[in-house]
């Protein structure tokens, strides 16, 4: 898919509507463009719609969100102040991870989002995101908390707030990672 030239985030919220550039359009209910603060500094990156953002057409809104949500309030954060989408708009079937084709098929309109917020920071939420902006080597826990870059934003990756509900990563680290968000917004002045 090419990039695509729109001049608001409505008209690209109707071109994402409109999209059928990978096979995920004929399984998707709703096409979950990402939802907040149309001039946020931080952009929370996740992976892809599960079964409740399908059927709502509302990023995190299932028990992950809830989390999400929950974290970033103690970090002193509000989610309406924060733009959030996912690396591809359309629920894969079944919620399996979205394949290589479908992300690079989705990059146009994440890239088209980004130029038109024009956000400080990117928060890539999971492995999924974060390979998605900085290539399919990384691994989560060597690039974790660093600074990275990507069409003129800072890029912070972060593990995704499922792997607290998995009990792999522990709530206390996320909050830490998201009060580095609030300290690098305020000391950049
Ligand atoms: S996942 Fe992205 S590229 Fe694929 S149909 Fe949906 S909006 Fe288009």
Not at 63 to 73: D, I, P, S, V
Request: glycine share 8%.
């Amino acid at each position: 898919m090419n990039q695509p030239h729109c001049r608001s985030l409505e008209d690209l919220r109707e071109a994402c509507r409109q999209c059928r550039a990978c096979g995920l359009a004929a399984t998707r209910q709703n096409v979950v463009f990402g939802e907040g603060n149309s001039r946020a500094q931080i952009f929370l990156l996740g992976e892809a719609p599960g079964a409740q953002e399908d059927e709502s057409g509302r990023p995190f809104v299932g028990r992950a969100g809830e989390t999400l949500n929950r974290l970033l309030w103690q970090a002193g954060l509000e989610r309406s102040d924060l733009f959030i989408t996912g690396s591809i708009k359309c629920r894969p079937p079944r919620n399996r991870n979205p394949h290589r084709a479908e992300i690079a098929a989705c990059r146009p309109l994440l890239n088209q989002q980004l130029d038109l917020i024009r956000p400080r920071i990117i928060v890539c939420l999971g492995l999924v995101a974060a390979q998605n902006l900085l290539g399919p080597g990384v691994r989560m826990g060597d690039i974790r908390g660093q600074w990275f870059e990507y069409r003129g934003c800072r890029v912070y990756p972060t593990y995704h707030p499922a792997a607290v509900l998995r009990h792999t990563v522990s709530a206390e680290l996320l909050v830490e990672d998201f009060r580095a968000l609030k300290k690098a917004l305020s000391s950049a002045g």
